[in-house]
């Protein structure tokens, strides 16, 4: 007789934990959930409660954890991450309709090998982002449903296929584009099982290994050539700790679409926000609405570039000089934890400590189309404070020498009196650099080549500064 609990939770997890849309392997066709639920429900109903106890592995285990995972043992599907052919990839109608079975080969013999490679790994059901999302509809609907539930289902799915279809080995796979792509970031950290297969379609590494994420060979490279932890390859846990850290992991990948350098994050920091496209670099804007005031880590404020960042590549590595690298801890109690934006404006509290006197160096072409930069040398520091080179950085057509600067130090230790804050003796403190012109009525904050930073030999401490920028 079956178990009615373990019923419900097969039921639940069909509803909340799996994509509404699959493949069906054995006929290469679009299923939904009702088919899902007719193949494995005489299994489900099969299981015993000798089995739930087999898989009780520690006292005082949740016994609806443990059938949650006897569940997911039961139904198997493979996810596929690739990118996207240039003739363009099978779309949901082209699945579904008799009369489109020729086209875009290339696509479809790349879903033909995902299927064959899934059904290796026992799944009856595989799932791919550009057949199984109905992406006809030019309103979002479907999207802006399936975009914070992805990561759930690439971290539920039984194994995760990566196709690197410009590789063919462990000596060349790093460079391959999969690793540019900011979509790929979520499907490499959210799956518990991931293999990787070359252009022809044959592992990149260890044949006999099913999963690429134990291999001890193989993560050592992954981990040098994306900039994450190993530990955080191996098991990811979604939330908004440390998020400067994750941007920088974003800010070495493109999108196709502006705002998918936001949305492809959402899953990775457990938020949600409405998906609009047409918006451009104001979904990045919405994205930290969302984020400041949840991760309570002033270091999301130490970014190169404008007021607010209009996507993940001001937070680049690129940006910080090597000798300023805390632990990600050290900002947990610093700062001001009740920054918030409001209507698109920055508010949070500094120690402004101001430069008296200062020289610039002569303009030179920035980086970045139609800016160009200059050097600042500070001379109106304190003797006990040490600042790191940086140039401000403006528009071809402003000239950004203002007559009075100040440096904002976002870091700053906590006193005993709340409007104050401590630059603390030896330590390296982050600053946002702001100018004013004239009889200063407020500061703006300029625009620099990198994070700056200060350090000093005495400990100062000041009232701190509300700024709105």
Not at 21 to 45: C, H, P, T
Not at 324 to 351: A, C, E, S
Not at 394 to 409: D, E, F, H, I
Request: with cysteine.
């Amino acid at each position: 007789m079956a178990i009615e609990e373990v019923c419900r939770i097969f039921q639940e997890h069909l509803r909340e934990s799996i994509p509404h849309r699959l493949i069906g392997i054995s006929k290469m066709e679009i299923v939904g959930q009702q088919q899902v639920e007719e193949l494995y429900m005489s299994s489900i109903k099969a299981v015993t409660e000798r089995d739930i106890e087999q898989h009780t592995f520690y006292p005082n285990q949740r016994r609806d954890e443990v059938i949650r995972n006897i569940v997911k043992g039961i139904v198997k599907y493979a996810v596929l991450s690739h990118r996207w052919c240039r003739e363009g990839e099978v779309t949901l109608q082209e699945m579904t309709s008799s009369d489109t079975k020729l086209s875009k080969p290339s696509s479809r013999d790349k879903l033909a090998n995902f299927c064959k490679r899934a059904a290796e790994y026992g799944c009856g059901f595989a799932w791919a982002d550009t057949c199984c999302i109905d992406r006809s509809n030019p309103s979002p609907e479907e999207l802006d449903k399936a975009i914070p539930r992805m990561f759930r289902w690439y971290r539920n799915a039984h194994v995760c296929i990566v196709h690197l279809a410009e590789s063919s080995s462990l000596d060349d796979f790093l460079r391959d584009s999969w690793f540019l792509q900011i979509w790929t970031l979520q499907e490499l950290l959210a799956p518990v099982r991931v293999k990787f297969y070359g252009r022809t379609w044959s592992p990149i590494h260890n044949i006999r290994a099913d999963n690429d994420k134990a291999n001890q060979r193989l993560l050592p490279a992954l981990s040098a050539g994306t900039g994450i932890p190993v530990q955080d390859i191996q098991c990811y846990w979604a939330g908004t700790e440390r998020v400067r850290e994750k941007l920088m992991w974003a800010s070495r990948r493109t999108s196709r679409q502006v705002e998918d350098g936001a949305y492809s994050l959402l899953a990775l920091f457990d938020v949600h926000m409405h998906v609009e496209y047409g918006i451009g670099e104001e979904a990045f804007g919405r994205l930290m609405e969302v984020l400041l005031p949840r991760s309570q880590e002033c270091d999301i404020l130490a970014w190169a570039g404008i007021v607010l960042p209009p996507s993940a590549q001001g937070y680049s590595a690129q940006y910080l000089d090597e000798s300023y690298n805390p632990r990600h801890d050290h900002y947990r109690l610093r700062g001001d934890q009740d920054m918030i934006i409001i209507d698109k404006r920055l508010r949070v509290k500094l120690l402004m400590v101001e430069l008296h006197e200062a020289t610039f160096g002569d303009e030179i072409p920035f980086l970045q189309d139609g800016y160009h930069a200059c050097a600042l040398f500070p001379k109106g520091l304190p003797s006990t404070i040490t600042m790191n080179n940086v140039s401000i950085v403006s528009s071809n057509n402003t000239l950004s020498r203002p007559s009075k600067l100040a440096l904002g130090v976002v870091d700053y230790g906590w006193t005993s009196d709340d409007e104050e804050g401590l630059v603390e003796k030896g330590r390296t403190h982050f600053c946002l650099l702001f100018g004013a012109d004239g009889t200063r009525t407020s500061w703006r904050k300029l625009m620099t080549d990198k994070v700056v930073t200060i350090k000093t030999e005495d400990n100062i401490r000041q009232c701190l500064e509300t700024i709105l920028m």
